[in-house]
T-cell receptor, first 113, second 114 residues
Framework: GENVEQHPSTLSVQEGDSAVIKCTYS??????FPWYKQELGKRPQLIID?????GEKKDQRIAVTLNKTAKHFSLHITETQPEDSAVYFC????????????FGTGTRLKVLA | DSGVTQTPKHLITATGQRVTLRCSPR?????VYWYQQSLDQGLQFLIH???????AKGNILERFSAQQFPDLHSELNLSSLELGDSALYFC?????????????FGNGTRLTVT
């Protein structure tokens, strides 16, 4: 079935460095790619999203890139801060056929002060 | 506050029992999704309802069932509970029926099966 692979599963960076998380999806009908941040014990919250007709989107220190041909999309966080420490999930949504919203396995990001 | 309400916050029950988890979506949202998150694990998609109808089904066990009512709230029923069903169950809502809009998550129901 459809799935979303996410790498790495854990990532440690020094404060101020950049972090990159990568996802690959399998369903070619997927056309919506959001990223969620889940802090310990809390609910996931949307931080940025991108649609299939756009190659890149940026919001302050966060950016997402999409390569539809390769079925890859990535989250880039620049100038990381301790409060960026959390689990990040990518997801792929499909507006036809299965109408599924599949999440990646998550990346635990730790920003070291 | 996401506007999505899940009750109860915690449930502790014994193996073999049945429980019902309830979710009220954000005002105006027609879609409700259910996810299961086991300890330190990802978000496993269970089922999606849109405006009262089942839209998509994921890895939902036959012991589990769900429905969305005319007022758009949803219930997830878990029966013949096993220890492995212990998890955090999230409900999320979105305005659209397809998988092309942000999900707004509730705070989850933590189920412990003893």
């Amino acid at each position: 079935g459809e799935n979303v692979e996410q790498h790495p599963s854990t990532l440690s960076v020094q404060e101020g460095d950049s972090a990159v998380i990568k996802c690959t999806y399998s369903d070619s009908a997927s056309n919506y790619f959001p990223w969620y941040k889940q802090e310990l014990g809390k609910r996931p919250q949307l931080i940025i999203d991108i649609r299939s007709n756009v190659g890149e989107k940026k919001d302050q220190r966060i950016a997402v890139t999409l390569n539809k041909t390769a079925k890859h999309f990535s989250l880039h966080i620049t100038e990381t801060q301790p409060e960026d420490s959390a689990v990040y999930f990518c997801a792929a949504g499909t507006t036809s056929g299965t109408y599924k919203y599949i999440f990646g396995t998550g990346t635990r990001l730790k920003v070291l002060a | 506050d996401s506007g999505v309400t899940q009750t109860p916050k915690h449930l502790i029950t014994a193996t073999g029992q049945r429980v019902t988890l309830r979710c009220s979506p954000r005002s105006g949202d027609l879609s409700v999704y259910w996810y299961q998150q086991s300890l330190d694990q990802g978000l496993q998609f269970l089922i999606h309802y849109y405006n009262g109808e089942e839209r998509a089904k994921g890895n939902i066990l036959e012991r589990f069932s769900a429905q969305q009512f005319p007022d758009l709230h949803s219930e997830l029923n878990l029966s013949s509970l096993e220890l492995g069903d212990s998890a955090l169950y999230f409900c999320a809502s979105s305005v659209a029926g397809g998988g092309n809009s942000p999900l707004h998550f509730g705070n989850g129901t933590r189920l412990t099966v003893t």
